[in-house]
Nanobody, 123 residues
Framework: VQLQASGGGLVQAGGSLRLSCTAS????????MGWFRQAPGKERTFVTA????????YVADSVKGRFSISRDNAKNTVYLQMNSLKPEDTAVYSC?????????????????WGQGTQVTVSS
């Protein structure tokens, strides 16, 4: 599966952005999806994940209450809604897919990665 992330940009602190990640192919609903981010000079970290059906989600503590994940399997797209953005949220955000045979979310073990989209939050 190929993943294409979009929606990044420059936003002021307190603002919102919605990232999209569109997958190629006809089996999008077979994959659990996740979002990760990598800030300059730091390792990539997990942000949030969603199960195949969208029925289960998990959000990292660092963004809980501000970020949410959703998906539209008919559109082969997963979304990351980011609210109340902070300068420390500045990073390249990447989506990832993991083949799933149940309806779980995952924080690791992803098989496919998108190219990433830059999010910059100014103070």
């Amino acid at each position: 599966v190929q993943l294409q992330a979009s929606g990044g940009g420059l936003v002021q602190a307190g603002g919102s952005l919605r990232l999209s990640c569109t997958a190629s192919g006809r089996t999008f609903s077979s994959y659990a999806m996740g979002w990760f981010r990598q800030a300059p000079g730091k390792e990539r970290t997990f942000v949030t994940a969603i199960s195949r059906s969208g029925g289960s989600t998990y959000v990292a503590d660092s963004v809980k209450g501000r970020f949410s994940i959703s998906r539209d399997n008919a559109k082969n797209t997963v979304y990351l809604q980011m609210n109340s953005l902070k300068p420390e949220d500045t990073a390249v955000y990447s989506c990832a897919a993991r083949r799933s045979y149940g309806d779980s979310y995952y924080t690791t073990g992803y098989d496919y990665w998108g190219q990433g989209t830059q999010v910059t939050v100014s103070s």
